[in-house]
């Protein structure tokens, strides 16, 4: 039923100058902003947003990583934009992403991978609400 997902543009696409390129793409694939704010998650923030990967042997370098530097967050909307946004981006690791998707594109490795779309309905409901509030947030 939702139409809205969740991104962040991360830290290595920030710095390497690719943010106007992949608000384009996110802008030709269809979906409209809702809300976006470009920001800087601290150490604990990271590690709260990450918290369900907290047991994974790459938790440590992700925190690190995606607390390194300014980070462009946002809310899009379309239909199907949970599955359509995480098409767009392309596999997590960059080696295996489709030809001409964000992540093939703009993804230095499998950690520092350019961007992130949100997994679910629900997971996209509390990732926005993780870093927006309602009167962030327009039709
Ligand atoms: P996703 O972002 O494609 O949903 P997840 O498995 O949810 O991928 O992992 C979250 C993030 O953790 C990835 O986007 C990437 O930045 C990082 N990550 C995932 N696997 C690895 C790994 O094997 N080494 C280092 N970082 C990783
Ligand atoms: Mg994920």
């Known amino acids: 039923m939702t139409n809205r997902t969740f991104t962040m543009i991360k830290p290595d696409a920030v710095g390497s100058g690719h943010i106007g390129a992949i608000l384009a793409q996110i802008n030709a694939g269809g979906f409209k902003i809702v809300a976006m704010k470009y920001t800087k998650l601290s150490e604990e923030k990271a590690g709260e947003f990450y918290a369900i990967h907290s047991a994974r042997p790459f938790y440590g370098e ?7 530097g300014p ?4 809310i899009i909307e379309k239909e199907n934009a949970v599955e359509d946004f995480r098409k767009l981006i392309g ?14 594109k703009f993804a230095k490795n499998i950690g520092e991978n350019a961007i992130h779309g949100s997994d679910s309905d629900e997971n ?4 926005s609400a993780f870093h927006f509030a309602g009167t962030e947030i327009f039709e």
Request: aromatic share 4%; no cysteine; net charge negative.
């Open 62 to 68: 992700l925190v690190s990583f995606m607390s390194s």
């Open 71 to 74: 980070i462009v967050a946002a």
């Open 91 to 104: 596999s997590t690791n960059p080696a295996d992403a489709a030809p001409g998707t964000i992540r093939a």
């Open 124 to 127: 996209a409901a509390i990732e």
